[in-house]
């Protein structure tokens, strides 16, 4: 699935592509899981401004002189987007829409079609403001501090394994993600929130961005479909010092690595050097 590295690494290889491009044609093939919203009509001739991530939607606006507003793009379960700049190749059956652009041809390929493209009068007009409401803070913000995240732990009980996942503190410790920052910050991932002190939500904040920006820096994960913008498997997932290494040595300390299962994921981390 694609998760935040992979959709920032994706909007890095789109937006000086796309800064400025004319929309010339929009395809819509088969449902995705939201319907556009417009007629794909009324986007021609549209401008396109500058590629925005927020969470694991992409934002492009999309300005003229009959309308303005953007685009809200989710690469669900299987999606990805790639430009091709000319001699698009015929439309495979996966690929689910399609923005002809005067900077090339811009696809969302899509099999299980959970992603979705659909036209919002701005990020907080409907149904974009609805659709990011409930994301907590992005993690390479720097107004999001130790404090922060300590004061949101504090509301809770849950594991704190189960709380990244859930995104609403922090977005974007998806599963691998969440179990290589808990075992860089030492912390075992059935913790429960409101156990953990400052030092430790300090320590775990600085590993959660740690581990995305190296996620960023190669690329995104190889995980299934991802491709990149410019159609190329990312590496990160062979640097992963715990996740899918159940019963192989802790790369610190040797000890056999554990896997449990929480909030119907796999969370990988090693009893000796995680502590509850
Ligand atoms: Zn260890």
Same mark, same amino acid.
């Given at each position: 699935?694609?998760?935040?590295?992979?959709?920032?690494?994706?909007?890095?290889?789109?937006?000086?592509?796309?800064?400025?491009?004319?929309?010339?044609?929009?395809?819509?093939?088969?449902?995705?899981?939201?319907?556009?919203?417009?007629?794909?009509?009324?986007?021609?001739?549209?401008?396109?401004?500058?590629?925005? !991530?927020? +969470?694991?939607? #992409? =934002?492009?606006?999309?300005?003229?002189?009959?309308?303005?507003?953007? /685009? *809200?793009?989710? &690469? @669900?379960?299987?999606?990805?987007?790639?430009?091709?700049?000319?001699?698009?190749p015929p439309r495979g059956r996966h690929d689910h829409f399609e923005l002809v652009s005067s900077a090339g041809t811009l696809r969302?390929?899509?099999?299980? !079609?959970? +992603?979705?493209? #659909? =036209?919002?009068?701005?990020?907080?007009?409907?149904?974009?403001?609805? /659709? *990011?409401?409930? &994301? @907590?803070?992005?993690?390479?913000?720097?107004?999001?501090?130790?404090?922060?995240?300590?004061?949101?732990?504090?509301?809770?009980?849950?594991?704190?394994?189960?709380?990244?996942?859930?995104?609403?503190?922090?977005?974007?410790?998806?599963?691998?993600?969440?179990?290589?920052?808990?075992?860089?910050?030492?912390?075992?991932?059935?913790?429960?929130?409101?156990?953990?002190?400052?030092?430790?939500?300090?320590?775990?904040?600085?590993?959660?961005?740690?581990?995305?920006?190296?996620a960023v820096a190669v690329g995104g994960s190889t995980l299934r479909n991802f491709r990149n913008a410019h159609g190329s498997p990312?590496?990160?997932?062979?640097?992963?010092?715990?996740?899918?290494?159940?019963?192989?040595?802790?790369?610190?300390?040797?000890?056999?690595?554990?896997?449990?299962?929480?909030?119907?994921?796999?969370?990988?981390?090693?009893?000796?050097?995680q502590a509850r």
């Open positions: 699935m694609p998760e935040l590295p992979e959709v920032e690494v994706t909007r890095m290889g789109l937006a000086d592509r796309l800064r400025g491009a004319q929309v010339q044609a929009v395809h819509v093939g088969s449902p995705l899981r939201w319907p556009l919203g417009v007629a794909p009509r009324t986007l021609h001739d549209l401008a396109i401004g500058e590629l925005s !991530r927020r +969470g694991k939607y #992409l =934002w492009m606006p999309l300005a003229g002189r009959s309308r303005s507003g953007g /685009l *809200l793009w989710h &690469l @669900g379960m299987s999606g990805s987007l790639m430009l091709h700049e000319r001699d698009a969302l390929t899509d099999p299980r !079609r959970f +992603g979705a493209v #659909l =036209w919002s009068d701005a990020l907080d007009a409907e149904p974009a403001r609805r /659709l *990011l409401a409930g &994301l @907590g803070a992005e993690p390479f913000d720097a107004g999001f501090t130790a404090q922060a995240l300590h004061a949101a732990c504090k509301r809770r009980r849950t594991s704190i394994k189960a709380a990244l996942l859930a995104g609403d503190i922090v977005v974007g410790a998806g599963n691998i993600y969440a179990c290589e920052a808990l075992f860089r910050a030492g912390i075992d991932p059935r913790t429960r929130c409101n156990r953990l002190s400052l030092p430790r939500c300090d320590k775990l904040l600085a590993a959660v961005r740690a581990v995305l920006a190296e990312g590496e990160f997932q062979v640097n992963a010092r715990v996740y899918g290494r159940e019963g192989l040595p802790c790369p610190t300390c040797q000890s056999a690595v554990r896997r449990v299962v929480q909030a119907q994921r796999s969370s990988f981390f090693c009893v000796s050097c």
